[in-house]
T-cell receptor, first 118, second 113 residues
Framework: KAGVTQTPRYLIKTRGQQVTLSCSPISGHRSVSWYQQTPGQGLQFLFE???????NKGNFPGRFSGRQFSNSRSEMNVSTLELGDSALYLC?????????????????FGPGTRLTVL | AQSVSQHNHHVILSEAASLELGCNYSYGGTVNLFWYVQYPGQHLQLLLKYFSGDPLVKGIKGFEAEFIKSKFSFNLRKPSVQWSDTAEYFCAVNARTGNQFYFGTGTSLTVIP
């Protein structure tokens, strides 16, 4: 099976611009999570989507948004970019099921998109 | 809310030294536990996981971790590190009935040849 893919791999933007990042999960995985990784902060959870619905959301401002399509591909958007948004954005997919059934699945990560805001 | 603490931010060891990285979590319910590793320039990849059963789990490349429920801990160990173990290590927790993963801030390990 192909792994999680993310495009683009690198982006350079200026303050005030907006950006869209894309993630294709492993075939059959319906859960997609997004994380922001910065030195010293580790992985900060942004949001998680399952079957086109946002199930969980982290503590990020409304400038960060996302969506998931019927084929489980996901996009995240950051509007009005700030210098502090420079980071590696990671996407992870999982076989996690819907509802509140017990979950015994790990997350599989993509290579990330390195966003630099100038 | 759940949280994960990794006590060691930077660890420097000589080859053949033993390694133990601490991980504690806060959550009262049943959890799944993971250690992920990120080698320089590579994806995050799973090192090992614990769902249930024997609290001592073995992962890839000679790593193991022990789940101590009473201490809410899941420490990572390796008896003898190699230069190729130089990487960043992340502990993660997922509530058994939830869908969100919580990650620690990571431990940067440098192994000196």
């Amino acid at each position: 099976k192909a792994g999680v893919t993310q495009t683009p791999r690198y982006l350079i933007k200026t303050r005030g611009q907006q950006v869209t990042l894309s993630c294709s999960p492993i075939s059959g995985h319906r859960s997609v999570s997004w994380y922001q990784q910065t030195p010293g902060q580790g992985l900060q959870f942004l949001f998680e989507y399952f079957s086109e619905t946002q199930r969980n959301k982290g503590n990020f401002p409304g400038r960060f948004s996302g969506r998931q399509f019927s084929n489980s591909r996901s996009e995240m958007n950051v509007s009005t970019l700030e210098l502090g948004d420079s980071a590696l954005y990671l996407c992870a997919s999982s076989l996690t099921s819907g509802g509140y059934l017990p979950s015994y699945n790990e997350q599989f990560f993509g290579p990330g998109t390195r966003l630099t805001v100038l | 809310a759940q949280s994960v603490s990794q006590h060691n931010h930077h660890v420097i060891l000589s080859e053949a030294a033993s390694l133990e990285l601490g991980c504690n979590y806060s959550y009262g319910g049943t959890v799944n536990l993971f250690w992920y590793v990120q080698y320089p320039g590579q994806h995050l990849q799973l090192l090992l996981k614990y769902f249930s059963g024997d609290p001592l789990v073995k992962g890839i490349k000679g790593f193991e971790a022990e789940f101590i429920k009473s201490k809410f801990s899941f420490n990572l160990r390796k008896p003898s590190v190699q230069w190729s173990d130089t990487a960043e290590y992340f502990c993660a927790v997922n509530a058994r009935t939830g869908n969100q993963f919580y990650f620690g801030t990571g431990t940067s390990l440098t192994v000196i040849p």
